[in-house]
């Protein structure tokens, strides 16, 4: 009983802040990809992820990195000429041996067809050799990737060619993904590019593989990826209210990518713009049973010295208490 009068003291009479603050949480999507995160494109805050770091085949999601090394190093007017040994299987820009493009148009064709051939003629031109067939030209351009992924912290990747095929030591992570595409978004080259829903240039005409422009108001870039390794990957950015969101997938099916992405998405928005609840005082509305019900509501306690000021009163209601205790 002693104990408990002087706990009732303290409580009353000591300096102590109470504080009661309700946040709506947001429900975490169910999704089929294997891998994800959810980031705020203005901080690069992760709002929510599962397994970010995992590290896992990226397939054509490496071009972002590409096309990030190839405008930080050459000319959009440099003019390549495509080699034989450009064109491999795949996801194809079109391209056609001996026919010669400036790198403007490569990079259209290498994040908007997702060309496999645009990839290896950018790595050959930018890495030294526009104009020839040159493996160490490549192999400098792939050195270099790996240079820029240590540049933006990228701590789960390494890549071994410059399209993103699998590949044995290919590999990046949700988490790294989602730094390039800040990185790409922050270029003023680049962004316009990634941003793109078709192009037309130099006898070639593109389209996004992007489906979600059709189905989810304020996208404003997205790439696809998709090898057997790596399942189906998706990169895509949206602007709602002032706001952006990133989210990366990587392992989700063909029936669920998009879906992934949608609801991916919308949880992104729903944590950065929690709707309004009411508060627990106000605005009640009564049950079946005539009580009242409120919003459900996450609450968090915290106690800080320094809220109630010690008075004559609140020592006198502490006396009259332990008093009546005794």
């Not at 102590?16 to 901080?43: C, E, F, K, Q, Y």
């Not at 270029?187 to 996004?208: K, T």
């Not at 929690?274 to 996450?298: D, F, I, V």
């Amino acid at each position: 009983m002693r104990r408990l009068r002087v706990l009732l003291l303290a409580v009353l009479v000591l300096p102590i802040h109470i504080v009661l603050t309700a946040r709506p949480a947001a429900a975490r999507p169910d999704v089929a990809a294997r891998n994800w995160i959810v980031m705020d494109g203005a901080s690069g805050d992760v709002l929510d992820a599962q397994e970010p770091h995992q590290r896992t085949a990226i397939a054509s999601l490496t071009k972002m990195l590409t096309a990030l090394v190839a405008v930080e190093r050459a000319d959009l007017e440099q003019v390549v000429t495509v080699m034989r040994s450009d064109l491999i299987r795949g996801s194809s820009a079109g391209l056609r041996a001996g026919e010669r493009l400036s790198l403007r148009t490569l990079l259209y064709g290498l994040l908007l067809p997702s060309g496999n051939d645009a990839a290896l003629a950018i790595a050959r031109a930018v890495g030294g050799s526009p104009h020839a067939d040159d493996q160490a030209a490549r192999g400098r351009f792939i050195d270099w990737m790996n240079e820029r992924a240590v540049s933006l912290g990228l701590t789960d990747t390494r890549v071994v060619n410059p399209h993103g095929l699998d590949a044995r030591d290919h590999f990046g992570s949700a988490h790294d993904l989602a730094l390039v595409t800040r990185a790409v978004l922050e270029s003023p080259v680049l962004a316009p590019i990634f941003g793109a829903h078709d192009y037309s240039g130099e006898g070639h005409r593109y389209e996004s593989t992007n489906k979600l422009w059709e189905r989810y108001p304020g996208i404003i870039g997205g790439k696809t990826g998709w090898t057997r390794a790596a399942g189906h990957c998706l990169v895509e950015v949206a602007k709602r209210d002032g706001r952006r969101v990133i989210v990366v997938l990587l392992g989700s099916t063909s029936e669920r990518w998009y879906d992934d992405a949608t609801a991916l998405l919308d949880h992104g928005f729903a944590i950065l713009s929690p709707p309004a609840t009411p508060e627990p005082t106000g605005h009640a509305h009564t049950t079946g049973l005539g009580g009242t019900a409120h919003a459900p509501r996450s609450w968090t306690w915290s106690l800080a010295p320094g809220a109630f000021a010690e008075s004559p009163t609140r020592r006198w209601a502490a006396w009259s208490l332990t008093t009546r205790l005794r």
